[in-house]
C-alpha cells in the first residue's frame, strides 16, 4: 500500500483535511472562551462563573461547520482508500482527491465566515461530486461479492 | 487486500451503508427547504427571510438519525476493515455484513417514517451484534500486540 | 498487514475505543430510561407518555462525550492506520496509542462524572498529542505525493 501512489497521494489530502477539522476544534474552543459560552457547568466555574454555561450562535456555527465535516471528510477517508486501492488512473484519482479537498476547506472558510449563500452549499456539493464518483466504482468493482 | 473476497464483500456493504448516509444528509436538506428551517441566517436569506433560521421537530429527527449512522457505521468501516484480514469464514463474515446493513436501512426507515417503538431501537440493537462480535475477535487476534 | 506488529497493537488500542464509545451509547440510552428523557415522541409514548420528550441536562452531557468521541477518535482509526504503515519503531509507535487511549478515557470519566476542570481538557490535549505527531509524520511522508 505504501508503495501505491495513488494512496499516498490519497493519504496526503486526507491528513490535510482531518488537520483542518482539528483547527475547527481549535477555533470553536477560542470562541468559547472569546464569547464566554461554555457546555459545561465544570468549564463555566473556571471561567468566571455558572453564568456563562450558555448557548452562543458563534459556537453553535463552529459546531456546526465541524459536524458537516464528520459527516463528509469521515466517509471519503474510506471511499478514498478503497478507491485507490482499485488502480484508477492517478491523474483521474489525484483530481478527484484535490476536489474534494479544495470544496471541503472552502465549505470550512465559507462556514466560519458567514460567507453569501450559496457559496458554502456550492463547496459541499461540490465536495460530494468525487464522493459519488469513487462510491459508484467501489460498487462497480465489488457488487460480484455481495 | 482486493484479492481476499471477505474484504471485497465488506466494502460492498460499506459503500452501501455511505451512500444511504447521504441519502439521509439530502432527506435533511429537502426537508429543510419545504419545512423552511435552516440553520444558518445566510441560508434563510436566501429562502424567504430570517424568520425561517429556526429548529423544526421534522428537521431534528433527520439530524438524529444522521448522527446515529455516524456513530454506528463509522466504526463499523474499521471493524469490518479489521476483521475481514483476519480470515473468518467467508460466510460467516457475509451473515455478519449483512445483518449490521439491513439493520440501518431499516433503523433509518424506522426513524424518518416514525415507526412505532421499539421497531428503531431493535434494529439498532441487531445491528450491534455483529459489530460487538467482530471487536471482540479482534481483541482476541490482536492481544498479545498491546 | 496482519503480520506488522505495529498495526496489530493499533487495531488492539482503537478496538477498546470503539468498545469505550458504544459504552457511552449504552450510558446514554440508561440515563434516558432512568430520567425518562426521550429524543423521539414514539419512544417517550412507549415510556410513560408524551411529556417525556424532552431534553436532560445529564442526557446532553453523554451525547457531548460521545459527539467529542467522535470528533477525535475517528481521526485516530485513520491517523493511526496510516502511521503504522510508514514502519515507525515499535516502541515509540506503542507510546503514541498508549497515551491516545489512556487520553481518551480519562476524558470520558471526567466528562461523565464531572471531574473538575482542566481535568477533561487536559486529557482531550494530551491525546492530541500523538495524533498531531502521527499526522505530521504522514505528510512528511507523502508530501511528494500531493
Request: aromatic share 12%.
Amino acid at each position: 500500500m505504501m508503495e501505491n501512489k495513488v494512496f499516498l497521494s490519497f493519504t496526503f489530502y486526507s491528513t490535510i483535511l482531518i488537520l483542518k477539522m482539528y483547527v475547527v476544534a481549535i477555533v470553536t474552543g477560542q470562541v468559547r472562551l472569546r464569547k464566554k459560552a461554555f457546555a459545561n457547568p465544570e468549564d463555566a466555574l473556571r471561567n468566571g462563573g455558572l453564568q456563562f454555561c450558555r448557548e452562543d450562535p458563534d459556537v453553535e456555527r463552529c459546531r456546526r461547520a465541524h459536524r458537516n465535516d464528520m459527516e463528509n471528510i469521515f466517509p471519503f477517508l474510506f471511499l478514498g482508500a478503497i478507491y485507490s486501492l482499485l488502480d484508477p488512473s492517478p491523474t483521474v484519482a489525484r483530481i478527484h482527491f484535490l476536489i474534494f479537498c479544495v470544496g471541503r476547506i472552502i465549505h470550512t472558510i465559507a462556514y466560519l465566515l458567514r460567507l453569501q449563500a450559496p457559496t458554502r452549499s456550492l463547496a459541499y456539493s461540490v465536495a460530494q461530486l468525487p464522493c459519488f464518483s469513487m462510491a459508484l466504482q467501489i460498487l462497480m468493482a465489488t457488487t460480484p461479492y455481495w
